[in-house]
């Protein structure tokens, strides 16, 4: 049995080196690193990725996007299992070496972790990961619909999962490849494809939120991504979920037209946003 980790790397050399120093020294683990054109990389840091025995190293001729150097990982991985992370976080060595022994009994498509949450911004209370794991722990503990619902739909980073790799092929599930948001609908169709989910009450996963994360970047053009990627994720949420399902689903057409309003702030913007959700045939208030 054997864990691919999918790692896309850009202009992170010192974060990208404390990932791979948490990754434990075990050949059940292989480290896929995609580097996505980055431009500050010096030429031993190039060396040390391009002749690590222990990483499968793939730089691209061009900035192509987390998406698709995930693509480019999934593709080359030849484990069992995959995670993915991102190269500005990490992993708690100890917790992670103990998944191998989970494994050869937990059937799941897909397993579950509480993440761990920390920024650099001094300033800020470290909220990232806190909703998520909340509802992890409460699913292990107590596992019903509502938290089922929300870790199947609405958990959209693909890191503090282990996903298994058959499961993922089988069902053509990959990462669009966009700026931002390219997660969104991965982890959804993951979510809905996946004959069996888990949870493991322990934490493998630390992730970190940086200033130059891609959640923290508000320009106009990506939160145009965002907005269009939501509205395909309520679309096909709507679609796929039962009613059942549908009564815990807490995302609806009103948070569409205030990410639409915030974006651009003007009246036109709002009643384009009705509009849009008309010919989608979504509710502002329920799916």
């Known amino acids: 049995m054997k864990v691919s980790i999918i790692i896309p790397h850009f202009n992170q050399y010192k974060k990208l080196f404390r990932l791979l120093d948490s990754i434990p020294q075990s050949e059940k683990f292989e480290i896929i690193v995609i580097d996505d054109y980055?431009?500050?990389?010096?030429?031993?840091?190039?060396?040390?990725?391009?002749n690590n025995e222990r990483i499968v190293?793939?730089?691209?001729?061009?900035?192509?996007?987390?998406?698709?150097?995930?693509n480019i990982g999934i593709e080359m991985s030849t484990g069992d299992y995959l995670i993915f992370s991102d190269s500005d976080d990490y992993f708690i060595t100890e917790n992670l070496s103990c998944i191998l022994e989970e494994l050869k009994f937990n059937k799941s498509d897909i397993i579950f972790f509480p993440p761990i949450g920390k920024t650099e911004f001094q300033t800020r209370k470290v909220k990232r990961g806190r909703k998520s794991s909340s509802y992890i722990t409460?699913?292990?503990?107590?596992?019903?619909?509502?938290s089922e619902v929300y870790l199947r739909y609405q958990m959209h980073v693909p890191w503090?999962?282990?996903?298994?790799?058959?499961?993922?092929?089988?069902?053509?599930?990959?990462?669009?490849?966009?700026?931002?948001?390219?997660?969104?609908?991965?982890?959804?169709?993951?979510?809905?494809?996946?004959?069996?989910i888990s949870t493991i009450n322990k934490s493998i996963y630390v992730s970190v939120k940086t200033k130059n994360s891609l959640t923290t970047i508000k320009d106009k053009k990506t939160n145009d991504i965002r907005l269009k990627t939501y509205l395909i994720y309520l679309t096909y949420v709507k679609e796929k979920l039962s009613k059942k399902e549908r009564k815990y689903f807490k995302f609806s057409g009103l948070k569409y037209v205030y990410r639409m309003f915030i974006n651009d702030k003007s009246v036109k913007t709002i009643f384009k946003a009705i509009s849009n959700l008309k010919k989608a045939k979504i509710g502002l208030f329920v799916l």
Request: positive net charge; hydrophobic residues 35%; proline residues 1%.
């Open 38 to 50: 980055s431009n500050n990389l010096k030429k031993e840091e190039f060396e040390f990725l391009v």
């Open 138 to 146: 409460k699913h292990t503990l107590k596992p019903s619909l509502k």
């Open 160 to 196: 503090s999962k282990i996903y298994r790799k058959k499961f993922i092929m089988e069902n053509g599930i990959r990462f669009d490849e966009i700026k931002v948001s390219n997660d969104v609908m991965f982890t959804t169709k993951a979510g809905f494809h996946a004959n069996e």
């Open 57 to 70: 190293f793939v730089r691209n001729k061009e900035n192509k996007g987390a998406g698709y150097c995930r």
